[in-house]
């Protein structure tokens, strides 16, 4: 290492060390509103530091180093809440996310809605089956796009999780082909 790189190196640790101290505890208390666990925030704002130390760059002012290292300690926030959310969406069944019956007074009508729940939960219980059959990155994409898109575009829903439009319209295609494939070689077996 170069005497000017140390020189560099050695007023990033001392820049960082001062933002630190000063916006620590307002970095601490956003990241706590996103992701609500004490933990995950502490290790947000390591790893966010970790990443600023690595890009080794040189900073004009204090306040360029303050402004960096908040917009990575947001990234890194935002990174770490959108990983979990799409973990809980592949580990959440697909029975758990839609009502099968209605509690009703008539035995004739309640009755009807046995069946039809039963052939409901049949055919959920199928495409949990057909889902978990598919690569990851295809049964994410439906995932987000199907079953948990709340009327959002695909386009809308790849700005979001930033996966790019053709990429998640590719994969869901792929998934639904695929998925449309298992659902009818199953209901041929029955």
Not at 130 to 154: C, D, F, V, W, Y
Not at 157 to 179: D, E, V
Request: charged letters at 30%.
């Amino acid at each position: 290492m170069q005497t000017g790189e140390k020189s560099d190196s050695a007023a990033l640790h001392r820049s960082l060390e001062s933002v630190i101290h000063h916006n620590s505890g307002m970095w601490f208390r956003f990241v706590l509103g996103i992701l609500k666990n004490e933990a995950d925030a502490e290790d947000v704002i390591q790893e966010a530091v970790r990443r600023v130390l690595a890009c080794n760059r040189s900073f004009p002012s204090e306040d360029q180093v303050r402004m960096y290292l908040g917009r990575a300690i947001g990234n890194t926030a935002f990174e770490m809440y959108n990983n979990r959310k799409r973990d809980r969406l592949r580990n959440t069944p697909v029975r758990e996310s839609i009502p099968l019956y209605s509690e009703t007074s008539s035995p004739d009508i309640r009755m009807e809605e046995k069946e039809e729940a039963y052939r409901k939960n049949r055919m959920l219980g199928l495409i949990e089956d057909g889902l978990k059959q598919l690569p990851s990155k295809q049964e994410e994409a439906l995932r987000m796009t199907i079953l948990e898109s709340n009327g959002h575009s695909i386009r809308h829903i790849g700005a979001i999780h930033k996966i790019p439009y053709s990429t998640l319209r590719h994969r869901n295609k792929q998934g639904l082909k695929k998925m449309r494939i298992f659902l009818e070689r199953a209901l041929e077996e029955e």
